[in-house]
């Protein structure tokens, strides 16, 4: 059965405004989906989804109204409300007309251990855009997952869950305290920690980057901390001409992980 809001105060709504901070996504483990691709494969996946609201609009529409039976053979509670409201508990003003509470995935740490994949490393990352399309970028380029350094914004928030295009349900990730507790937990599963590096006289194409690396990219500010530097395995250069000084963080990401996945085409 579909209900009615009619009403900012309702308890659905309420929740929905909540999950757009990290204090209540952690408290609840959920985040939220926007979009009917997003919300059809997480049916598909199987992943839990506590509740959905839809605008009218959504409703009439025949994508809309096959979702919407999809989630009522899961008996999932839905809700329907008008544009003013759904855009106020989406924190967008150009919402896609459905939302759903879905469960934060768990991913087990031993992934982490799996011989020849690849991981993307976020230092301290702040960009939620940056952050999603690294997301999507990293699934499209053959990397098994991403690790997050505490001090990262959250992988979760609905702007980096919009600009990942689904791949935080299908990417694993996993977050550490420190640089020095990465250095240590990527050592333990031996990867090789790469980072970039103006200094370095390697460019990123002739350094071996095919298998078994965690790729780090740092805070669009401040880059990557010397920490994980002094610890790198294998330090890059990216060449640039003209007067640009740096590239920005995901382009970085992009050029350096399709880098990886060619090598390990030519082998």
């Known amino acids: 059965m579909i209900k009615r809001i009619t009403s900012k105060d309702n308890l659905a709504l309420k929740t929905f405004r909540q999950l757009q ?6 408290r609840l483990g959920e985040f939220v ?3 009917p691709t997003v919300i059809s494969e997480a049916l598909e996946q199987g992943t839990p989804i506590r509740m959905a609201v839809f605008t009218d609009d959504f409703r009439e529409d025949p994508k809309g109204r096959a979702l919407i039976r999809k989630m009522e053979e899961e ?3 839905l809700y329907c409300t008008e544009d003013g409201l759904f855009r106020d508990a989406a924190g967008t003003q150009t919402p896609q007309g459905v939302l759903a509470a879905a469960k934060i995935p768990y991913w087990d740490p031993d992934i982490l251990t799996e ?5 993307l490393v976020l230092d301290r990352v ?4 940056n952050i999603g399309t690294m997301v999507r ?3 499209a380029a053959g990397f098994r997952g991403i690790v997050a350094v505490k001090g990262t914004a959250d992988l979760y928030s609905g702007k980096v869950s919009r600009a990942a295009a689904g791949g935080l349900l299908r990417l694993p990730v996993f977050a550490v305290d420190s640089g020095a507790a990465l250095l240590e937990k990527m050592r333990e599963c031996g990867k090789k920690i790469v980072c970039t590096d103006p200094r370095s006289n390697v460019y990123y194409d002739d350094a071996p980057m095919a298998e078994d690396i965690a790729l780090v990219i740092g805070n669009e500010a401040g880059g ?3 920490e994980l530097l002094a610890g790198a395995d294998i330090s890059v250069g990216i060449p640039m001409e003209g007067r640009t000084e740096s590239l920005n963080a995901a382009v970085s990401a992009g050029i350096l992980m399709y880098e990886s996945l060619r090598q390990r085409r030519i082998r």
């Open 33 to 35: 989906l926007e979009g």
């Open 137 to 139: 970028t990293a699934e």
């Open 224 to 226: 990557i901390s010397p």
């Open 75 to 77: 008996r999932i509670p």
């Open 115 to 119: 011989e020849g994949s690849c991981f």
């Open 21 to 26: 901070t990290r204090k209540y996504r952690e």
């Open 126 to 129: 702040q960009d939620p855009g």
